[in-house]
């Protein structure tokens, strides 16, 4: 028998080391091995390790005079750039401003994502109708709708919010209808069987079979998003961590730059997160199925 | 008296690229009240595919399709349905999953239907299990609860037990029979596999292929109850012989095995 994937192989040993046996691949010991899991404390340490390189490199670089800290500062030039920004009060009024603008364009689009997504996976017509300029749309860069949405809207928070819904929704909205195509066949014909009406095995079985889908769908979106918040925010905001890092430019502010560059991480990382224990908490049939 | 289940003329023709397909031809069928049928044929008769039009899941191209009598239209709670796959909800819970088909019913009608017929089934220690902590077998026994728990006019199986071991199987094939000798539902039961056929039915039929059409009908004269070791009786293995000589022949010719085999 082959082991499953993720099936870890009885620790006793059957045969004395040394023998045949551990010349083959599969028992090898403690290399890495394909698709084998780590220990969990194994996986949290190799990041940590991962993450400190990172800064070492960077702290090197910076003051050993490598590159000259114009160019790229030190990290308590930029700690010192955070105290500062947080005490004369525009690190926070900043951030709000961004998670906002974020929050509020990946609702819209996931708003109206969901249901044309869900419509498109399960009725051919939609599909046929709505993926064509969909298509087109999601292959149009949403930094080109910049100049023209300045006009449409002026430097308004709506033209923000446009530029941000057309960066998310086209993608979205794609991707939710291959969630909902996903849904296994047999589960639509034993609602059938179970007397269902298509209303209602649209709502009791397509959308909940594919609600694990789409919930990483929208995590997927408000990824997005972070990525188009400094490009929506360098041109005619007033406010927000990426008028913030266009402002630090004008002025050779390399470690409000770089502090900007950090904080849109770390509060991207933080929704990831939460996203993801979302996930874990509403769908726990989806991880005991995996393991 | 009118039979539960009767199919006169049924034809199926699937439109394909490269033209029509006869998937089924001239089927004529009927099920009394309390009658075990199970429908066999090699790969490709369109057993399935007959069961699915029983089901109302597919439409008969024509042909005359009556549930006591009346013309059936579309899919319905009066024939419970077993597939293979398995088909239980996996964020409901064993429970649940029985519960989805009852909703007109007040909840505590639900309630009480569910534990019944996890009970028949063995499961009611599993009620609050999900499907993916339950076995296989585990599983498709919660789905024979879901569709006995719909009170059909008759069960609908389509190889329900075709993804289970060999051992799991036969298990589950006496847990359906000492089900069925309760109530004796009608049963049309689709299947690949001849001995679970025979040893299941009180008729067989076997369709020919390509087009599927009922090739012969054979009554099986075992006695019931019945009991494994029926499965080495004379009787059973003589009819056994027959049935796999009907569908050898039809599956060397339309295989293409027939080159490679006599």
């Known amino acids: 028998m082959i082991s499953q994937r993720g099936v870890r192989e009885p620790r006793t040993p059957l045969l004395p080391r040394g023998t045949s046996r551990s010349r083959t691949p599969r028992s090898r010991p403690r290399r890495l091995r394909l698709y084998e899991p780590i220990r969990r404390r194994s996986y949290v340490a190799i990041a940590i390790v991962s993450l400190c390189l990172v800064f070492a490199l960077w702290a090197g670089l910076s003051y050993s005079g490598a590159v000259e800290n114009l160019f790229l500062p030190t990290p308590v030039q930029v700690w010192q750039a955070a105290v500062t920004e947080s005490s004369t009060g525009i690190l926070w009024p900043d951030i709000w401003a961004s998670v906002s603008r974020i929050v509020l364009g990946f609702l819209v689009s996931s708003v109206v994502a969901v249901p044309v997504g869900m419509l498109m996976g399960a009725y051919k017509a939609f599909e046929a109708g709505l993926e064509p300029p969909i298509d087109f749309m999601r292959y149009t860069p949403a930094v080109a709708f910049i100049p023209l949405t300045l006009i449409w809207f002026g430097t308004t928070s709506t033209q923000k919010l446009v530029i941000l819904f057309i960066a998310i929704f086209f993608q979205e909205v794609l991707l939710v209808m291959d969630n909902v195509k996903n849904v296994p066949v047999p589960f639509v014909d034993m609602a059938y069987t179970l007397g269902l009406s298509p209303a209602q095995i649209l709502r009791r079985v397509i959308l909940r079979a594919a609600l694990p889908g789409i919930v990483d769908t929208l995590r997927i979106s408000m990824g997005w998003g972070w990525t188009y918040l400094v490009v929506v925010e360098l041109v005619g905001a007033t406010n927000g961590l990426g008028f913030q890092i266009e402002q630090a430019e004008r002025y050779l502010n390399t470690p409000e730059i770089i502090l900007g560059i950090i904080v849109i991480g770390i509060l991207g990382l933080l929704f990831d997160f939460s996203f993801k224990a979302l996930y874990a908490k509403a769908f726990p049939y989806m991880s005991r199925a995996r393991s | ?262």
């Open chain 2, 1 to 262: 008296m009118t039979p539960r289940l009767e199919l006169r003329g049924v034809e199926k023709v699937f439109e394909t690229r490269s033209g029509p397909v006869n998937a089924l031809h001239d089927i004529d069928l009927t099920l009394d009240d309390g009658e075990f049928v199970s429908v066999v044929g090699a790969s490709g008769c369109g057993k399935s595919t007959l069961l699915r039009i029983v089901a109302g899941l597919e439409q008969a191209t024509d042909g005359v399709l009556h549930l006591d009598g009346v013309p059936l239209a579309g899919p319905g709670k009066d024939r419970g349905m077993v597939f293979q796959q398995y088909t239980l909800y996996p964020w409901l819970s064993a429970r649940a999953n029985v519960e989805f088909g009852l909703q007109h019913l007040p909840k505590r009608e639900r309630g009480a239907a569910a534990r019944r017929f996890l009970e028949i089934v063995g499961l009611l220690d599993f009620a609050d299990s999900y499907p993916s902590q339950l076995s296989g077998g585990m599983q498709q026994r919660v789905a024979i609860a879901r569709a006995l728990a719909l009170q059909p006019s008759m069960l609908l199986m389509d190889e329900p037990f075709g993804a289970l071991d060999a051992q799991t199987r036969s298990l589950m094939q006496e847990l359906l029979l000492s089900i069925w000798e309760r109530d004796r539902l009608a049963v049309l039961f689709v299947t690949h596999d001849i001995d679970e056929a025979i040893f299941l039915a009180d008729r067989i039929c076997v369709l020919s292929t390509k087009p599927g059409r009922v090739r012969e009908v054979i009554d099986v004269p075992l006695p019931r109850p019945r009991d494994f070791a029926q499965q080495m009786d004379k009787d059973f293995l003589a009819l056994k012989l027959h049935v796999r000589g009907l569908i050898h022949d039809e599956a060397v010719r339309n295989t293409g095995f027939s080159s490679v085999l006599k």
